[in-house]
Structures are given as structure tokens and as C-alpha cells.
């Protein structure tokens, strides 16, 4: 990737995670590690990969994204914030009453495509978004982005065989490998394990990559393009938590909002991150 | 009545779905791999390009019906009444109830006529279940034609419907050529000034062939049929306990939560007359022949006649 685009991509990113942490500062409550560990993702796929544009959020040939693991609503709301679906100030109610920001991601706020948050369930609805694309005869694509601990719900499975039967090669699902669910670590509540071997089982072109380097991102993506067959299922090895020192692989900032303190040191240390990117 | 026709609604479903394709092109179908007992199957036949099987994994089946909506296409989700509104339950809410996606859920084989099946199949809940669901619409056929008027009245509505439909078939007792189906309106099939029987899907025979008994003894029955049992014809059922001032209400559905409650909260809400509840009392069906399986859990103009004989002692 372009060394001066790449940086453009960090940049954007690290104004996204200052979003999640005003966001979940700001509501008292919600969920910053898992969000934090899918900003880079999320920043690629809205301003590189997704045929999206903020001003017509309805346009019927648009790609779509599920926000599968909608617990991680803050990212998505920050960065369709950034690319002007509404304005950035709304993050700060986000989760208050009579915000147009709630909890977990709703169909009627600009930019959301699909209600989302009890788990299991966004991959099936992007699978039907997928499907009534081929169905029309449409070029968009449809991307889910799933939590690596969601992926214990039975729902998931049978997505993965309904995308790979009907060969829904319009459909991409990233699963956020960060490996700490609520419970403690994925491995030790009730293990997924191994997720790659098991969607290739299902059918699946299965692609692993560092959600934390732009030039993989780019890499994966671009190979997920060319897959013309079947479904894509991108494993991103992620750190819950990315981009704050100390909320980076501690699973205690699955559901924690930080306090003012917390809040002033996360944003210092982002801001210090985007000067360093800037200067 | 030697010349009565009989049709199961699950048939008519999945009759209308055929015929209906051609005028709504967006019309697609899901199935979980029921669709020889769901009568999709009809469809599948006409229309394979537009028919999905989901093989047995309803939750997945209902998630693709509110993404294939959120893309403009009106998915209908077929399968037992028991998967649909049980198994699928919290998938229905979250992912078809609470964006309000245009999803219509063909639930066949409600109730205790399942028959043979036994009780593991025999749903009597579902009403009582997707009621819960704000914005849900619900529809309850009686026979073969308002069936299939419900599927078109669907089609034409913009929001999640549920449609309960049955294994036995049942006497057609509308009118081809008069009938019309208004959602969300009951409709008055007999007046009667003593007691009012409200009824839905295949109690709504049996209720008129119980005011028949009651009027040559003297009791005059108006007989209402509800066919949306939400959102209930409040006004409707109002006059009718203001007429009569007792109601009894007959369901092939638990008498918790479904049409009797519903008409119950509607007369408390209004105009507090008696509201006696006919239908499955709070137990589990078992296996048995269909009809069987009406007559032993009361759901028949018998019980009905013996109910309303006991009701009329309630009245002021």
C-alpha cells in the first residue's frame, strides 16, 4: 500500500478510536476493548473497500456491513461519524435517552444497515442481504463482522452452511480474533477452536490476517475480491483493546466504560499517536 | 352436509404463494426443509428460482428473511408454527420485529390438530408468543378462502406479519365470490343478542354450528370471526360485549395469551362484561387422531354449547 495513503488510513483510524472512548466515556457504560480492536477494519473497509457514500445512506446498489458483534457499536458509529452519516457530536449521547446512538446498532439511524447486537444473528441477515443481491443480479457486497466468542452461538454455523450452499461469494464475514470474551479467554470458557479449520469445513475460502497493519488488511481484502465461489471468512488476529495501552488484551475492557481519569489518559495517548502520524 | 368441502390452510398457503408470484415479483420463499408439510413445496414446483430451503436450521431461516427484506425482496418464512414462533422466537424479535423488516412467517401446523405428532409438535403458544412482539401482525385463517385472502392482505402490507395455518382440513365455510378480507377487522358472521361467541381459524366452524344448536333452544348467538388477532378489532368486539354483554371466546391455542386474552384486555379495558376462555387449558397435547384430539380438548361446537349454557348464569 501507498506509504502516504496508509498513513491517511492510520490517522482516520485514530480519530475513530477517540470516538469509541468519547462514546463510551460519555454513556457511562459499553463496550471499548471489542471495539477498539476492529477501528483499523472498519476504517479500511469504509473508506477503501465499500462502495458506501454518507450523503445517500439508502442508495440500493450500496455494499452493506452487519455489525454482527453489535456490542462494538461504538467503532461503527465513529467512524460513519468521520464519513459523515451524522455528526460527530451525536457520539457524545451515545446510549442516552432520546439519542439517535443506542446500545447496539438500529436499522433507522443513517448508515446502519441491520439491527444487530443479540449474537449469532447479523451473519444470517447479511447472508439474506447477499442473497437477494444475486437474486437481482446486483454487484454489491455484503460484509459481517462477527466477535470470535459470537461465534459459539449455533446460529453462526448454520449461516456458514446456508452462505456456502447457496455460494454467496458477495458475502465476506471477519471474525475478530482478539480471543477474550466476557468470561475471560476464548479458549477457556467454552473454546471455538479452531476457528479457520472449521469455516473451511463449512465451505468457506478462509483468510487470516493482522487486523492491526494496513498492508495485510489490504492484502486479505483484495484476496476476498477475487474469490468468486464462495463465501470469505477473514480471521483477524486482533488485540481487544488496540491503540490504549492499558486496555490492550485485558478482558476486563470487554464491557467497562472508562472513568474520567481512564478517559483523559486514553485520549492523551491517542492524541499523542495522531501528532506522532501528523508531524 | 355431505357437500361440505374441506381443505387444510397450510394448502391454501402454499396454493396463494404460487399464485400470487407472478403479481409480486419481490415474493420469494424460505423453508426449513418442511416443505412437503408446509405446502411451499407447491411453490417450489412453480417457481424454483425464487424458493430457498434453509434445511433445518429455522433461526439462520428467519435472520436471511429480514436480510433478503432489508434489501426489498418479501420473504415469506415457512415451517412448523412450533419452530417459527418457538424455536425462532428471539430471532423473530430481534431481527424481524425490532427493525420492523417485511418479513411474512407461514406458520403451519398449529395447535393440537397436528395430530399424531403428539405434543413436542403440537404448538399452542404461538399466539400467545408473537403477540409479545411490538408491531407484530397476526393473522389466524379460518378456511381456505380467507387463507388465501390473508397471504394477498399480507403481501400488500408493509411490516412483519405472522400466519398461522393448520394440518387438518377444514370445511370452507366463506363465500368465493363475497368474501373480503379487511385487516384488522372482524367480521360478524351471525347476529345474536344473548351471548357473543368470538372465534378464530377452525373454531370459527364450530362456534356457528354451535349458535345453530342454541337458537332452536331459545339462546341467540352472535358469532364473530377474528381473523387478525392483532391488532384486534377493539371496536368491534366493544359493541359486541355491549350488545350481548357476555362473550365467549374459542381457540386452538393455549387459553393464556392468545385470542381470549386478547379480547379479554380489550372488554376489561372498555366495558368489563364476563369473558369465558375456550381453548387448551394450560397442559400439553398428546398423540391421537386430529379430530380426536378437538373433541377431548373441547375445542368443538359441543363444548362450546355446553360453555355458553354455564355463561349465560354469569350474566347480570
Known amino acids: 500500500m501507498d506509504a502516504s495513503l496508509k498513513k491517511n488510513l492510520q490517522k482516520i483510524a485514530c480519530k475513530v478510536r477517540m470516538g469509541v472512548i468519547e462514546g463510551t466515556y460519555n454513556a457511562k457504560s459499553g463496550h471499548p476493548g471489542g471495539s477498539l480492536s476492529i477501528c483499523d477494519t472498519l476504517t479500511y473497509l469504509y473508506y477503501i473497500k465499500m462502495n458506501v457514500d454518507g450523503a445517500n ?27 459523515g452519516y451524522f455528526d460527530e457530536i451525536e457520539l457524545k449521547s451515545l446510549r442516552h435517552i432520546g439519542a439517535i446512538l443506542q446500545g447496539h446498532p438500529c436499522i433507522h439511524i443513517p448508515g446502519i444497515d441491520m439491527s444487530s447486537g443479540s449474537l449469532g444473528q447479523g451473519i444470517s441477515a447479511a447472508c439474506g ?6 437474486l437481482d443480479g446486483k454487484s454489491y457486497n455484503v460484509y459481517a463482522i462477527l466477535g470470535d466468542g459470537e461465534i459459539e452461538e449455533g446460529q453462526v454455523w448454520e449461516a456458514a452452511m446456508f452462505a456456502a450452499h447457496y455460494g454467496l461469494s458477495n458475502l465476506t464475514a471477519i471474525v475478530d480474533n482478539n480471543g477474550l470474551q466476557i468470561d475471560g479467554a476464548i479458549n477457556e470458557v467454552c473454546s471455538p477452536e479452531p476457528i479457520t479449520d472449521k469455516f473451511a469445513a463449512f465451505g468457506w475460502h478462509v483468510i487470516t490476517m493482522d487486523a492491526h497493519d494496513f498492508d495485510d488488511i489490504d492484502r486479505a481484502f483484495t ?15 486482533s488485540v481487544k483493546g488496540k491503540g490504549v495501552s492499558f486496555m490492550e488484551n485485558k478482558v476486563d475492557w470487554h464491557g467497562k466504560a472508562p472513568n474520567a481519569q481512564e478517559y483523559s489518559q486514553a485520549m492523551s495517548e491517542l492524541e499523542a499517536q495522531l501528532k506522532e502520524l501528523e508531524g | 352436509m355431505a357437500d361440505v368441502i374441506k381443505k387444510a390452510t397450510r394448502e391454501s398457503y402454499g396454493e396463494a404463494l404460487r399464485d400470487f408470484a407472478q403479481e409480486y415479483k419481490e415474493l420469494v420463499v424460505l423453508d426449513a426443509d418442511l416443505a412437503a408439510a408446509t405446502k411451499t413445496g407447491i411453490f417450489k414446483k412453480a417457481y424454483p428460482e425464487r424458493f430457498f430451503d434453509c434445511g433445518i436450521a429455522e433461526a439462520n431461516m428467519m435472520g436471511v428473511a429480514a436480510g433478503l427484506a432489508a434489501c426489498g425482496k418479501i420473504p415469506f418464512a415457512s415451517t412448523f408454527a412450533m419452530f417459527a414462533a418457538g424455536r425462532a422466537y428471539e430471532i423473530v424479535r430481534n431481527s424481524i420485529g425490532y427493525p420492523h423488516l417485511n418479513v411474512k412467517i407461514g406458520a403451519t401446523h398449529a395447535g393440537i390438530s397436528v395430530g399424531e405428532d403428539g405434543a413436542t409438535h403440537q404448538c399452542n403458544e404461538d399466539i400467545a408468543l408473537m403477540r409479545t412482539i411490538p408491531g407484530m401482525t397476526i393473522i389466524n385463517p379460518c378456511d381456505d378462502i380467507e387463507a388465501r385472502a390473508a ?24 363465500d368465493r365470490e363475497t368474501y373480503k378480507f379487511e385487516l384488522g377487522k372482524g367480521v360478524v358472521l351471525r347476529e345474536g343478542t344473548d351471548v357473543t361467541v368470538v372465534a378464530t381459524g377452525l373454531m ?7 349458535a345453530k344448536v342454541l337458537e332452536s333452544e331459545g339462546i341467540s348467538v352472535q358469532v364473530v370471526n377474528i381473523h387478525t388477532i392483532k391488532p384486534i378489532d377493539k371496536e368491534l368486539i366493544t359493541e359486541c360485549a355491549e350488545k350481548t354483554g357476555l362473550i365467549v371466546t374459542a ?37 391421537g387422531p386430529a379430530v380426536d384430539l378437538l373433541k377431548e380438548f373441547g375445542l368443538s361446537a359441543e363444548n362450546i354449547v355446553r360453555t355458553i349454557k354455564d355463561a349465560m348464569k354469569l350474566k347480570k
Open chain 2, 204 to 210: 370459527v366452524n364450530e362456534a356457528v354450528e354451535a
Open chain 1, 223 to 237: 484476496e476476498a475480491s477475487a474469490v468468486t465461489d464462495k463465501p470469505v471468512a477473514i480471521i483477524q488476529k
Open chain 2, 251 to 287: 381457540e386452538e391455542h393455549s387459553v393464556i395469551g392468545g385470542l381470549g386474552s386478547a379480547v379479554a384486555e380489550t372488554v376489561t379495558e372498555r366495558n368489563p362484561v364476563p369473558v369465558v376462555k375456550i381453548g387448551v387449558n394450560d397442559e400439553y397435547g398428546h398423540s
Open chain 2, 151 to 174: 397471504v394477498k392482505a399480507a403481501l400488500d402490507f408493509n411490516g412483519p406479519v405472522y400466519m398461522r395455518f393448520g394440518r387438518l382440513a377444514v370445511p370452507v365455510i366463506n
Open chain 1, 57 to 83: 445512506p439508502d442508495d440500493p446498489a450500496r455494499d452493506r456491513l452487519v455489525l454482527s458483534k453489535g456490542h462494538t457499536a461504538p467503532a461503527l458509529y465513529s467512524v460513519l461519524a468521520q464519513k
Open chain 1, 129 to 134: 442481504m447477499a442473497l437477494a443481491g444475486k
